[in-house]
């Protein structure tokens, strides 16, 4: 019994798995906190968390039973190459995370303590900080859509308008309303930083009779 609580040469030992596993556990959670205070969406998703738990857990089992063969190891990634998510991961910084954790349940299988601690701090502090600082913020896109009468002279009726309050637009859709009185376009654009919405619509509005002028935004493709 006393052997398998000890380190035989490069043999692990049930102990040294059980202590992998849990620092994985322990580190994996540190990871998660920070994914659920960096999060900027609506709502993430519960599965998702403890699915980077579970897989940190799972992959130091893994990196403990194929170190040193080279056979298995090739065996084992074989068959994780055919897992798919049911649910696409949609936002890049998941992806991340993903890596994040499955980069802690390495380290831990091979029995770099150390290692996965210092990468789980540093990490941690870097996507904490570029959270804060809210590095690499864009503009939104946004979805105009701009109804215009008929008999309007509407050929470049926006240009000076675009010229002023955007960075960038494009036209994507042109459709009569109205029983065909109405011409609603609708275009992309995406804002300068020191533009107000209220001033864009109201320029707008200067310029279509008043008519309606709806703004949608549209998360930042990462």
Do not use: C, W
Not at 79 to 84: D, N, P
Not at 112 to 140: E, H, P, V, W
Not at 145 to 152: C, D, G, Q
């Amino acid at each position: 019994m006393n052997d398998l609580f000890q380190i035989n040469g490069n043999e692990s030992t049930i102990f040294m798995s059980l202590l992998a596993m849990a620092v994985a556990t322990v580190l994996s959670i540190i990871i998660t906190k920070i994914y659920q205070i960096t999060f900027t969406g609506e709502r993430y998703s519960q599965n998702f968390v403890h699915t980077i738990i579970i897989m940190s857990v799972v992959v130091s089992v893994v990196m403990n039973v194929v170190s040193g063969n080279a056979g298995v190891a090739f065996g084992l990634f074989a068959v994780f190459s055919l897992i798919r998510f049911r649910s696409a991961v949609t936002d890049a910084k998941d992806i991340a995370y993903i890596f994040f954790g499955l980069s802690v349940g390495m380290t831990s299988g091979l029995y770099q303590f150390d290692l996965a601690i210092i990468l789980t701090i540093f990490a941690s502090i870097l996507f904490y900080i570029l959270y804060k600082l809210d590095y690499g913020k864009g503009k939104d896109t946004q979805i105009l859509k701009v109804t215009v009468p008929e008999n309007l002279n509407h050929e470049n009726l926006l240009e000076d308008v675009f010229s002023q309050f955007t960075l960038h637009h494009s036209l994507r859709q042109v459709e009569t309303t109205n029983l065909g009185t109405m011409i609603m376009y609708t275009y992309a654009i995406r804002s300068k930083s020191e533009t107000k919405d209220k001033d864009l619509l109201d320029r707008i509005r200067e310029k279509n009779a008043n008519l309606k002028v709806s703004l949608t935004y549209l998360e930042n493709q990462q």
